[in-house]
């Protein structure tokens, strides 16, 4: 047994009998008659707690919920906060491996990850410990043990009790109905035409007003939604968030609310007033078209093209393809030839290359429409066959996740301030799942900004010239050196000198007005992320500085070449330092409990999409998809096209995320018990909010 010490400052027993602690609450604290004793008032049980091992390294508990069993005995769930040495752990455990009289130890090992020498880590797993409380609590009894496991760190173990949530919930006969009725013809064909119908609405990134506003109506007036469960507005304020305005504009989300049972509970933990929240996220925006179209022309055309002609290479080509589905004035798909056509299904692209399927062209098919709507009449129907969860449920078509985006719909559901690179978690979220696809864990991060060189206020001969100056920032920035080419094992960082344009020289001139430049950079670790940013930021005036001097005028003057920053984007880095939380496990689970995977090995790779916002904010994620296409291309392009999958894929998929959204969430099962959330009630932030 490890030979431990305990901070006297930190350690108090707890009270000895129920009539000392007054039968206990919910947050730790001791009310009732106290001992004179401090030692003995303070209930240990509730937290604070913190035990050092004979190693150095320091465990401390943080309640997160409390349980009566019986009149006597507790069950009490805490996160732990551990202290690390100065030897690295590279997949740490921790395990509580024994307690005193009267504590027994239900739940006693979380998964650590990766933690640096001397570095302090508060992962998301939990302990359970069942206490009687006649009997006092032996803070000194605890026995952990900190190690490094053999297993790969990306081969989860998934602990039983998310086990048995997910099968409870996959089998309950509430969820069976909803997928029985969604595997209906009827609700296949509504689940086609709404995608249609939608993915028809131009939706550019940062002018998603007219897709949100699509949305809201139809949550109210045809997927059964009363007005104070549609969260967001057509304005783009969403009450509550500390962000509501993004690079000075509006963020047109789409947001609905399936109400839980917590906040009704007598002990239900709140973060200044907002009660916990599990998200399903899919972004609305389109990078095709970049604007909204004129009113002359104010729909997306959806094209269709038989395979044995080849794709597309231009715009006129595509507006020149004269199949193509139509719509009433009321905006709903007429069930024509074209249609008929269209709605064929297909397991893979040979069959439809063989069976007269199309390309059915229009943005936002693959990425992501398709997906996001299904998230949307997957909550009508929970709505529908009175799914009940415990946490509330927030089911949404996020702003701002394409092009220039600058994942402002993210930001502001987790509050998050560019400039100063923090999440407030205003919402209170405590996991997020996205519907982009791919299990990914680890985001990659980015700088991006866009640079105007203008040319002098007051043209005269020998002037700097606008052109110049971009060249020679261009070409300081294409000698930087990467951390990771200055250092052997930093992170892969990366930078690209993107769209270098210049306005054209106007009538009766010979002077180049403006050049604009965009710079990416890139890398999966905030600080090797900055690091790059500090050595590229100063080269954009660098440049100026050398094209002005080259001319003897100085910067600052009418006679020089102005520079202005016109764009700043940010997607925030975040590297998992352990895999294990409870939305990984609920991911995982979801699809043994359904049938689709037995794997519980997770992706080491990085991406960079919506998630990255509520990693770095300290949220869990995962995503999942509840597309299906037999084939499709162009993602991103102005020809971007897909043929339509298997529906009853949908439908399998639906089944998934249902199984995993609720395992976190809790869930009020068909035979009248509770599956209790996985996490506890109060997510994770990197500043608080704002109110």
């Given at each position: 047994m490890k030979t431990m010490k305990f901070k006297p400052t930190l350690i108090a027993a707890a009270c000895i009998a129920i009539t000392a602690c007054g039968g206990g609450s919910s947050n730790g604290t001791v009310s009732g008659a106290a001992a004179d004793d401090t030692k003995t008032a303070l209930a240990v049980i509730g937290g604070g707690t913190s035990?050092?091992?004979?190693?150095?390294?320091?465990?401390?508990?943080?309640?997160?919920?409390?349980?009566?069993?019986?009149?006597?005995?507790?069950?009490?769930v805490y996160n732990i906060v551990l202290k690390n040495n100065a030897t690295a752990l590279t997949n740490g455990v921790a395990t509580l491996t024994g307690a005193g009289n009267g504590t027994t130890v239900l739940k006693g090992t979380v998964p650590l990850g990766e933690v640096e020498a001397s570095g302090t880590v508060s992962p998301y797993g939990t302990i359970t410990l069942r206490h009687d409380r006649a009997v006092a609590f032996n803070a000194g009894a605890l026995v952990w043990s900190v190690t490094n496991s053999t297993a790969p760190v990306n081969r989860l173990s998934i602990p039983t009790d998310v086990a048995s949530a997910a099968s409870k919930i996959a089998n309950d006969p509430q969820v069976r109905a909803l997928l029985d009725e969604q595997s209906t013809p009827a609700m296949t064909k509504y689940r086609w035409n709404t995608f249609l119908e939608l993915v028809r609405v131009p939706s550019p990134s940062r002018e998603e007003y007219r897709s949100a506003a699509e949305i809201h109506s139809r949550m109210v007036n045809e997927w059964g939604f009363s007005p104070s469960e549609v969260m967001t507005r057509n304005d783009g304020f969403l009450a509550g968030s500390d962000v509501n305005i993004v690079d000075g504009l509006p963020v047109y989300n789409a947001c609905v609310q399936i109400k839980g049972s917590y906040s009704s509970r007598p002990d239900a933990q709140s973060y200044k007033g907002q009660f916990p929240k599990v998200v399903l996220e899919g972004h609305i925006d389109v990078v095709n078209p970049e604007t909204q179209p004129p009113a002359?022309?104010?729909?997306?055309?959806?094209?269709?093209?038989?395979?044995?002609?080849a794709v597309v290479e231009t715009p006129a080509q595509l507006a020149a393809i004269p199949a193509e589905l139509a719509f009433n004035t009321a905006g709903r798909i007429v069930e024509d030839a074209n249609y008929n056509v269209a709605s064929q299904w297909f397991a893979n692209s040979t069959a439809a290359q063989n069976g007269g399927g199309v390309r059915i062209y229009v943005p936002g098919y693959i990425d992501m429409m398709s997906s996001t709507v299904n998230g949307f009449l997957?909550?009508?129907?929970?709505?529908?066959?009175?799914?009940?969860?415990?946490?509330?449920?927030?089911?949404?078509?996020?702003?701002?996740?394409?092009?220039?985006?600058?994942?402002?719909?993210m930001k502001q559901l987790y509050g998050f301030e560019q400039d100063l690179g923090t999440g407030s978690n205003p919402l209170n979220v405590v996991a997020n799942f996205g519907l982009e696809g791919g299990g990914i864990l680890n985001f990659l991060g980015s700088y991006r900004y866009e640079m105007k060189f203008s040319a002098p206020t007051n043209p005269g001969p020998n002037q700097p010239s606008a052109v110049e100056a971009m060249a020679a920032t261009i070409a300081r920035i294409a000698d930087v050196k990467t951390p990771d080419e200055l250092r052997p094992g930093a992170p892969r960082t990366t930078y690209t000198v993107g769209r270098a344009s210049c306005e054209p020289v106007p009538a009766g001139s010979t002077v180049v007005p403006s050049c604009s430049l965009e710079v990416d950079m890139r890398s999966p670790k905030v600080e090797t992320l900055n690091e790059i940013r500090d050595v590229i930021v100063p080269l954009f005036q660098a440049g100026v500085t050398a094209e002005n001097a080259r001319v003897g005028v100085a910067n600052g003057t009418p006679q020089g070449i102005g520079l202005q920053q016109m764009w700043y984007g940010l997607r925030p880095a975040y590297v998992a330092t352990s895999y294990d939380s409870p939305a990984t496990y609920a991911g995982l689970q979801s699809a043994i409990a359904t049938g689709q995977s037995t794997s519980t090995t997770v992706s080491t790779g990085s991406s960079s999409i919506n998630d990255n916002v509520p990693a770095n904010t300290g949220i869990p994620t995962y995503q999942f998809s509840?597309?299906?296409?037999?084939?499709?291309?162009?993602?991103?392009?102005?020809?971007?096209?897909?043929?339509?999958?298997?529906?009853?894929?949908?439908?399998?998929?639906?089944?998934?995320?249902?199984?995993?959204?609720?395992?976190?969430?809790?869930?009020?099962?068909?035979?009248?018990?509770?599956?209790?959330?996985a996490t506890g009630p109060i997510g994770r932030r990197t500043r608080e909010a704002a109110r």
């Open positions: 035990t050092v091992l004979a190693d150095g390294r320091e465990v401390t508990l943080k309640m997160v919920s409390e349980t009566r069993v019986n009149r006597n005995v507790y069950d009490y002359s022309d104010p729909w997306n055309h959806i094209k269709l093209q038989p395979y044995a002609q997957l909550a009508s129907a929970m709505k529908r066959h009175g799914i009940k969860p415990v946490y509330d449920i927030w089911v949404c078509g996020s702003a701002g996740e394409e092009g220039k985006g600058n994942l402002a719909g509840l597309n299906s296409t037999a084939a499709g291309a162009g993602t991103h392009a102005f020809w971007e096209w897909a043929t339509r999958g298997n529906p009853a894929t949908e439908v399998s998929k639906m089944h998934r995320v249902l199984t995993g959204i609720l395992t976190v969430a809790g869930f009020h099962a068909a035979d009248g018990t509770i599956v209790q959330p």
